[in-house]
Nanobody
Framework: QVQLAESGGGLVQTGDSLRLSCLISGRTLSSTGLGWFRQAPGKEREFVAAITWVGRITYYASSVKGRFTISKDNTKKTVSLQMNSLEPEDTGVYYC???????????????????WGQGTQVTVSS
């Protein structure tokens, strides 16, 4: 089983940047996919971005493409989300996610997630 712990959330203004990090513990497989979801108040949890643990294939939701960048450090066992040009619509709780079967980026479905972090709040004021 994989355990995930996020950090880096906070309160920022429109146009600002923020970097989220997720520390991974436990056993990862070569097929593991890692990613980020977010959930705004009253809305369903939605896919944001994903990256393969082996290699560096990335996937992005259309709403964040060009503004957000997902990256990983296999040695430190971290996955990060650099968020630039933040908008109020980006506000929500951001969750780190792991899918041991590597379906995360293709299916972009919370139902494929095997492990979740506890979440970190991101608030973008207008």
């Amino acid at each position: 089983q994989v355990q995930l712990a996020e950090s880096g959330g906070g309160l920022v203004q429109t146009g600002d940047s923020l970097r989220l990090s997720c520390l991974i513990s436990g056993r990862t497989l070569s097929s593991t996919g890692l990613g980020w979801f977010r959930q705004a108040p009253g809305k369903e949890r939605e896919f944001v971005a994903a990256i393969t643990w082996v290699g560096r294939i990335t996937y992005y939701a259309s709403s964040v493409k060009g503004r957000f960048t997902i990256s990983k450090d296999n040695t430190k066992k971290t996955v990060s989300l650099q968020m630039n040009s933040l908008e109020p619509e980006d506000t929500g709780v951001y969750y780190c996610a792991a899918d041991l079967r590597g379906r995360l980026g293709v299916r972009r479905d919370a139902g494929t997630v095997d492990s979740w972090g506890q979440g970190t709040q991101v608030t973008v004021s207008s």
